[in-house]
Structure formats: C-alpha cells, structure tokens
C-alpha cells in the first residue's frame, strides 16, 4: 500500500498543499517518503462543516450503531496488518513489540466504550415522574439524560502514535459519545495517522454513515490547530502535549465568541515519595524499580515519575549509590523524533547549570546521536533549592530524574505542598510508615488525580475506575479522565425532557426502558421500566 | 436585631471601610438603614485564606456531619422569623408571599442536599478490584470517587434574594460537597444577606466547624468580585447575573495562571414556539399561559420566555389581538431595584426604534416610577428581522417578550437555528403537531439545556431530573446544573487511589461499603460490599 499524503476530509482526498513537510525517522535521521501536505484554512473549514453536518444523523444512531462502528474500526486497524507496525515503528522509533501491545490497547479501547455505550448507563439518566396532585403546585414530569456535545477536534499525541492519535481514547470516546471527530494528525507520524485514518473512512464507509464523521487534517504549525480550535462548528477539543500548546489551544478556546471546553492533558512530574521505613526495608527494590519506570518508553510517559522526594538520614545515603548505579546501567535509546531529544538534552544541560543541582548518574553507554538516542540521568537536590528554581517543576520529557532531598518530616509535607498540579503522585512505604502517612495522603490529594502506594506510576489501566487528569497543569480540566471507561463524559452535557411525548423522548427516556439501561428513577437507580 | 452593615470573615466582622453605600428600596426609591461597608482587598485574602485553612478540616468530615450542618442552616434561616421576610421585601419589592415561599424553597434546598450526601451515589465510587494473576501484566487495585475542588466563590443574584443568594443553591451544593463558601453579596439586598450570613455562621459554630467555612464579602463594584476569582485559594466560581459580568468572571478565571471553572448562569430568551394546531386549537389559553409566564416575578426569572415563533396565517392573525389584550391587562409592578428598572425601560426604547420591530401593546395601567415598576410590553416583528438585528437575540430582563412571525415550517426551522444557546426551549402543539415535530425537537436540542412540551419554562423544579443550564450564553458550561441535585457535581473532581491500604481509604471506598453507596463494582452497580 503506497500512503498518498493528503488529509483525508470526510471520506475525500484533500488537494495538495503549498505547505509540505516529511517525516523523519528518529532510527536514521533521515526523511520518509512521501511528501505530506498541510491543512489549509480550507480544509480545516471543510472537514469542520462536514462534522457539522454530520453530527445531526450521527448524533441520533442507536447506540447499538455507533458500537457497531468501534468494533467495525478496531476491524480495519488489525487489517492494516503489520504495514501499521511497519511504518509506525519507522516514524516513532518505537520497537514492534511496543506497538503491537499499543494496537491491542487501541482496539480495546475501541471495545471497551462499545461495550460502555451498549451497558448505558453512562448516560446518567434520571427520570422524575409527574405529580399532577402536589401542593402548592405539581410538578412536571421530567426526564433528562447526556447528550453529545458536537464536533470534537482531537489533537494526535507522539508518544502513543496508536492509543493517544488518530483512533485513540479521545477519537474513541468521542465517537462513543455520538461526536464526529476531526483529528489533527501529529507531525512526527504522517504515515501512521494516514493509515489509521483510512481504516476509520473505510469502517465509517462500510457502516453506512456520513464520512463527515471523520475527518484528518495533517499540520507542522499551531497555526492549523488554533483555527481548528476557533472554527464555529468545533464543540470541544481533546489534546495530549506540551503544557505551552496546550494552553493556547486552552485560550484559544476560552476567547471564543462561545467558549468551548479543552480537554488538554499537558504536563506532570510525578512525584514519587519513599517514607523512611520502605528506604531501610527495599531501597535496593525500589531503586530498580524507579529505573525502570523513569526509563520506560525512553521516559516519554506522562506518568513518568521525574520526582523522588526522601527524607535525608542513613538510609538515604545508602539508597543514592544504588540509585545512581542502576542509571548508569541504564541504556541509552531512541527517543521519539529529533525535537523531542534536541529539548531533552537542553533541558539536560539547564538543570546541570542550577546552581545546586548535582548531576549524579547517567548511562554509561554513550547515546548515538545519529540514533536520536538519549541517555538515563538522575539528579539531586536539596529541598530549598527545589522549591526556590521554577524549572524544577516542570516537566522533561525523556529518561530523567531528580531526586530531592527532605530534611525532615516537616520539610516533605512543604515539598508536598509547593508541588503544582500532577496526573500522579506516589507513596512508598512499609505498613507502619502508611499508618502514619495522613498529612501527607491529605497533601497529596490535593495535588494529583491518581495516587499510588508502594507501585509506580507509568502503566495507566483503561478501566471504570481510573482517573488520568489532575490539577492545573496537569490537565487543563481536573473534573474529566482522558483515559479509562469515564473519559467518554467529557463529550456530552445532559438535556431535561419536559412533559414531553412518549414517541418524541430518545429510546433510553421513554418508560418501558427497552435498553434496559441503569436510571435514577424518582430518585432510585433501577433497570426497571416506568 | 440591628444590622451591623459589615462584610463577616469567618465568623469575625471585618472592619469598616472607606467605601460604603446602602440599600435602596425599590417601593419608594429610599435609602434604607444602616450604611454598609464595602469588602476590600485585605478582606478577601482574609476570608479565602481562611477558607483554604478550613477546606483541610471540612472536607475530612463525615457526610453525615455536613448534612448536619447544612440542616442546622435551614433551621437557623427559618429562626430569623420575619425579620428576615422583612428586610427582604423592603430591599427587593418581592411580595412577602413570594419571598415565604422562596424561603421554603431555599430551606428545601440545604435539606435535598443534606439527603444526597447522605445517600452518597452522587460520589460516583468506582471500584476496580486487583487482577494479580491477568497476563501479559496484573492490574492493580483502582478506586475512584469524587472528592471536593477546594474553597467557592459564590456570588449572590439580586432575583432569588434567598434561594440563589447567600445560602441559595450554589452555596448549598458547595457546602454539601466539602467545599468551603465565600459569598459575595448582591448589594441590592445586603441586610437579607447579612442576616443569612448570620445564620450560617451561627450554624457553623454550633456544629464545631472552622469558622473559615464560610465568608460574606459585601461589594458594589466589579473589582471586589475578580478579586475573589482571581485569588489563588479560589478553586471554582458560582455566579448567576448579566452576560457581561459574567463573561468578565470567565475571563479572569480562565487567565489565571491555574484557571478554575466558573459556572455562570447568564442570559436566555427562552424562546416558546407555537405548532399550528394549537395554535388554532388553544390560541386563547397560551396567550394567558404566555401573559402569566412573562409577568411572573415582574419578568424577572431566568427562564422568562422573551420569545414567541409562529407561523404566520389565520389562526395567527386571530391570536395576536388575544396576546395584545392579556398583556394590556397585565398590572404594572415593582421590579428589584432602580438599575435594573432602568436597564428595562432603555432596552425597551431601544427595541422600539429598531425597524421592523411594532410595540404591539403594553399594560394599560402606567407604572409608577416612584415605586421602580415595570409595564408589561408586547412587541412582534418579523423572522428577517430577527435574524438581522443582534439586540433581539439578547435577554431583557423585564416583563415583556417579542413575537417573531415565521413565514412557514421551513422559515421556524431557520428561526430556531439562528438563536443562541438557551436554558429553555418550549414547544406548543397538538398530538398530531408533536408528531411532526421531529425536526423542530432535534434543532432544539442543540440549543437548550431544557425543552418544555405544552407548559411554560418559568418555574424551575428543585429534583434529580432538573437540568439548568444551556450552552453558552445561558450558562458558560453546558455540561453542569445550578438548580436540582446533580448540581453538587460542580465542586468535586475524582481522584483515584491505586494499591491503597484499607485505612488510608476514604470510607466509601473501603471494601465494607459502611454507608452503604452504589458503587460501580468490576462494572457493576452495587450497594454490596467488596
């Protein structure tokens, strides 16, 4: 299969672009055929205009079509067969293994929220039956569940070229929800985001819907994700990146005639806090451990721990030469594109430049950088230079950490607290230790949307109970998950039916609840019907 | 009772002030006693560190011990007695029958949330059990529940002086929460306010909680509300008022550094659309509904239908007389205050020398000015000239309402199409008219939060089915409620915990279940035990 180049506008071939751009594997260096051309204005208004119109038919589906349309696009990405994994693995550098677990978490994904809009009971409906004999007055029947929101504009993440792009957890709960989807592709995988996105046209074909359910726009420049963002027709937007893109599309949005919500997961640290029982007992346990999540995926998670918190003591000075040797034996890879390694090695060189700040490890293989290789480096600090330097609390994407020292109990609990928001937090401690871990359990709620005890933080199930967003910046909307069965609630808001008629109320309001789907009725959840 | 006229910080009387004023009432144009004493800068750093200080404490505490609190405010509002009913009408001009039963209504209010935390689904608990043995990997233990944002700035609106005030529907559902309130009070009542304040405060105290709970701030000006958006301890804001305060608050919580939601309440027309058949059926009998609905409240609700689409023919010609007579016989009354009696009249002089907009009949009585009333006013115009003029597509907040003649079916849809969003959209038609009206449902839903068949919209019911609420500029996000009891959903966000020891559970999330809440279990709902 030869990949063409273009953005795909509801089901049609965009025409070519003034504006061209390769993808360059971070393998070789060098460019991969073919050209890919960027979204114009007009393509960004075309593809906008055709979800809109498309949402209309969409929108009413059964819920048992749009779950028939996952599965149906789930199908064609396992048909793209290894040429998927092929090119992906050549545009992001990622081994075959990786990606071919990444599929399976795509096409699960995909399962999963069919599975979630068959059950039903997302959709919180509440039925409230009329009172024709209350006093003063009666009240009204009333019946009120979520609807979809309209168009939604996902932005494709690097760092999950399958289960964060094109058909990924936003892409996937979006069109659960009963959204069209218009994607922009992520730059540093064209070939991935056009063959994910043919899969989607050819299963919206083979569904029978509008193909301005879906749209592609390929783009370089903010420039095409900001109009998309500000485009009339675009209802909400879904977003994985960079906490400086991130809140410009966030502002974008928000200065809009009509505001619409972003759903921009942007950036965390992680911290991860070892209590001093848990360092005596398995130091050596959780040094490995660290190693190996800081440098999973070549640290390019965003749960990436890229925080340690102890308090200083013996045990603590036997903990850092086992820390700083398991980084050491760390092995340099290639991380996801050149501009990616480029800002990790500058963001190297600015912590190394702090003042306080001691390099302590790095991998002792010296990274390729014609591989786009990075290496595994640990820092360390103390407490008040941790808090005073703002560029410690931010994020480095890649294999890095920075290990932070606390004086005392006192001192943890105001590192605690001087941290921004995170996606997680983590506490390592024996039985004894968490017994006595409220005040920083307390702290630690405040600060993250997940916390782990005794694990570590990369590694985000997709399952009801999962929360994948936290704090400001963290996420730019705490209340919502992008990840797990709940991310589908960012893509709806409820609509009340008043007195309405039985054949004018959707399936899952009307009183014989045909579906069978959970609802509070008269203030009591019940499959029943009426 | 004396009033005393000072902002209450935490259980303490701020100290006076540069900046005073006083309440005018609206049924003789005259001050009225004592002088009150603007918030300042100081006062709101104090109030909102003090609710930050309180958050830790309040937020631990049983639901059981909230809803004690938020029961022991109802029985402290109702022991104000008449006094209270009092100063109220004479700040506001409401009649004391209107204000007994918003009173009850506030009252009813405190009392359904201290029930929906006491019942606890509203947390939405999910529980993922451990799957230690899943290959390729386990799944560790994952539970997720709602937990409180942090401290609310709630702004008190001048048209609900009790029930959206300063212990109104916001302030109740934050406090049930978790979340600690500051109110910023409507300077157009802020003896009524003072007076509730007191309650909440006396409330807090004896049921031992930090004084820090709860803050009143009086304020005339714009800048004492962004103050409160703006402060850093502020976590949400709760706000119904104009679309430009509104938009303002919006504004500044979304340029804070960590922008926080604002859940404005802001503008609506509320547009009721008349089918043919009922038109010809019931004309008489929906222009008293109409009459009655528009006037209600001197047309100052939220939900007063400032619209009327129909299609133009005989029953048409034969209904406009019917309309022009109910609203000729409507009575004059006395609106909330000078400013927004004056707003009334201007916006109605400005709509009268729009072209093609007839002042088609108004209250036969004239109003007395020295008593700040309002005439009830008709104007009708065609559907050209609504889609052209933009002042018509915006909320006057008054007894009067416009008629919009739609040439036929396919011109009503494009009336529908061209309005903002909404709170309410309502619907008269006959059986057969309904069933028709497929189109007309689906086009609406697009715009509304609530679609009313065969009633009228004013008359907002407090249960679990209400959605108040529409896309933007009827409320800044569509996806939540501030009437009903799901408006509690605002102030929380979810948090997971992962791998955590019993103990450091929250209790709903403990295996036991001790309150017993429906939790979705391994993706079962379940009052059951783990």
């Given at each position: 299969?030869?990949?063409?180049?273009?953005?795909?506008?509801?089901?049609?071939?965009?025409?070519?672009?003034?504006?061209?751009?390769?993808?360059?594997?971070?393998?070789?260096?060098?460019?991969?055929?073919?050209?890919?051309?960027?979204?114009?204005?007009?393509?960004?208004?075309?593809?906008?205009?055709?979800?809109?119109?498309?949402?209309?038919?969409?929108?009413?589906?059964?819920?048992?079509?749009?779950?028939?349309?996952?599965?149906?696009?789930?199908?064609?990405?396992?048909?793209?067969?290894?040429?998927?994994?092929?090119?992906?693995?050549?545009?992001?550098?990622?081994?075959?293994?990786?990606?071919?677990?990444?599929?399976?978490?795509?096409?699960?994904?995909?399962?999963?929220?069919?599975?979630?809009?068959?059950?039903?009971?997302?959709?919180?409906?509440?039925?409230?039956?009329?009172?024709?004999?209350?006093?003063?007055?009666?009240?009204?029947?009333?019946?009120?569940?979520?609807?979809?929101?309209?168009?939604?504009?996902v932005f494709g993440a690097s760092n999950f070229p399958l289960a964060f792009s094109v058909a990924g957890g936003d892409t996937a709960s979006a069109l659960a929800a009963g959204c069209p989807v218009v994607v922009k592709g992520h730059p540093a995988h064209p070939g991935a985001s056009e063959l994910v996105a043919g899969a989607i046209t050819k299963a919206a074909a083979a569904c029978g819907l509008p193909a301005g359910v879906f749209s592609l726009i390929h783009g370089t420049t903010p420039e095409v994700g900001l109009a998309l963002a500000k485009h009339p027709a675009a209802r909400a937007v879904g977003f994985t990146g960079s906490h400086r893109a991130g809140r410009a599309l966030f502002d974008a949005a928000n200065s809009r005639p009509e505001p619409i919500p972003v759903f921009a997961e942007m950036s965390s640290l992680n911290p991860l806090i070892i209590l001093p029982g848990a360092l005596a007992e398995r130091g050596a346990q959780i040094a490995e451990g660290l190693k190996t999540s800081v440098t999973m995926g070549v640290g390019q998670f965003c749960t990436k721990p890229g925080l340690i918190f102890a308090i200083a003591g013996e045990d603590f000075q036997k903990f850092i030469p086992l820390l700083q040797k398991a980084f050491q034996a760390a092995v340099p890879a290639t991380m996801l594109h050149g501009g990616i390694c480029a800002s990790y090695h500058q963001g190297l060189k600015h912590l190394e430049s702090i003042t306080g700040v001691q390099k302590a490890a790095a991998s002792e293989v010296e990274p390729a950088i014609d591989k786009t290789q990075a290496e595994a480096v640990l820092f360390i600090t103390d407490s008040a230079t941790f808090r005073k330097e703002s560029a410690l609390h931010e994020e480095l994407f890649g294999p890095q950490t920075l290990l932070v020292t606390a004086t005392d109990e006192a001192d943890l609990l105001a590192l605690i607290q001087s941290l921004n928001g995170q996606l997680t937090a983590t506490v390592h401690g024996t039985t004894t230790d968490l017994a006595g871990a409220g005040a920083v359990f307390a702290a630690l709620q405040q600060k993250a949307g997940r916390l782990v005890v005794n694990g570590f933080p990369t590694g985000v199930e997709v399952s009801p109970a999962m929360q994948h967003g936290g704090p400001y910046p963290a996420t730019t909307d705490a209340r919502f998950t992008s990840v797990g069965s709940a991310a589908i609630q960012r893509w709806a808001r409820p609509v009340c039916f008043q007195n309405f008629p039985a054949t004018a109320l959707p399936e899952d309001l009307q009183d014989a609840n045909p579906r069978g789907v959970m609802r509070l009725l008269n203030g009591q959840l019940t499959r029943a019907a009426v």
């Amino acid at each position: 299969m030869s990949l063409h180049g273009k953005s795909i506008l509801a089901g049609h071939l965009a025409g070519p672009s003034s504006a061209t751009f390769q993808a360059i594997s971070p393998l070789t260096g060098q460019p991969l055929e073919p050209t890919f051309h960027q979204g114009t204005p007009s393509d960004v208004d075309a593809a906008l205009q055709a979800a809109e119109n498309a949402f209309q038919i969409y929108s009413a589906l059964s819920a048992q079509k749009r779950a028939e349309f996952l599965e149906k696009i789930a199908e064609e990405i396992l048909a793209l067969g290894d040429e998927l994994l092929q090119r992906t693995h050549l545009e992001t550098g990622l081994p075959l293994e990786r990606l071919t677990g990444e599929r399976g978490r795509t096409m699960g994904q995909l399962r999963l929220f069919a599975e979630v809009i068959r059950e039903g009971s997302w959709i919180d409906a509440r039925i409230d039956t009329a009172l024709p004999d209350r006093q003063p007055l009666p009240r009204p029947d009333l019946r009120r569940m979520m609807l979809p929101l309209g168009p939604v504009v996902v932005f494709g993440a690097s760092n999950f070229p399958l289960a964060f792009s094109v058909a990924g957890g936003d892409t996937a709960s979006a069109l659960a929800a009963g959204c069209p989807v218009v994607v922009k592709g992520h730059p540093a995988h064209p070939g991935a985001s056009e063959l994910v996105a043919g899969a989607i046209t050819k299963a919206a074909a083979a569904c029978g819907l509008p193909a301005g359910v879906f749209s592609l726009i390929h783009g370089t420049t903010p420039e095409v994700g900001l109009a998309l963002a500000k485009h009339p027709a675009a209802r909400a937007v879904g977003f994985t990146g960079s906490h400086r893109a991130g809140r410009a599309l966030f502002d974008a949005a928000n200065s809009r005639p009509e505001p619409i919500p972003v759903f921009a997961e942007m950036s965390s640290l992680n911290p991860l806090i070892i209590l001093p029982g848990a360092l005596a007992e398995r130091g050596a346990q959780i040094a490995e451990g660290l190693k190996t999540s800081v440098t999973m995926g070549v640290g390019q998670f965003c749960t990436k721990p890229g925080l340690i918190f102890a308090i200083a003591g013996e045990d603590f000075q036997k903990f850092i030469p086992l820390l700083q040797k398991a980084f050491q034996a760390a092995v340099p890879a290639t991380m996801l594109h050149g501009g990616i390694c480029a800002s990790y090695h500058q963001g190297l060189k600015h912590l190394e430049s702090i003042t306080g700040v001691q390099k302590a490890a790095a991998s002792e293989v010296e990274p390729a950088i014609d591989k786009t290789q990075a290496e595994a480096v640990l820092f360390i600090t103390d407490s008040a230079t941790f808090r005073k330097e703002s560029a410690l609390h931010e994020e480095l994407f890649g294999p890095q950490t920075l290990l932070v020292t606390a004086t005392d109990e006192a001192d943890l609990l105001a590192l605690i607290q001087s941290l921004n928001g995170q996606l997680t937090a983590t506490v390592h401690g024996t039985t004894t230790d968490l017994a006595g871990a409220g005040a920083v359990f307390a702290a630690l709620q405040q600060k993250a949307g997940r916390l782990v005890v005794n694990g570590f933080p990369t590694g985000v199930e997709v399952s009801p109970a999962m929360q994948h967003g936290g704090p400001y910046p963290a996420t730019t909307d705490a209340r919502f998950t992008s990840v797990g069965s709940a991310a589908i609630q960012r893509w709806a808001r409820p609509v009340c039916f008043q007195n309405f008629p039985a054949t004018a109320l959707p399936e899952d309001l009307q009183d014989a609840n045909p579906r069978g789907v959970m609802r509070l009725l008269n203030g009591q959840l019940t499959r029943a019907a009426v």
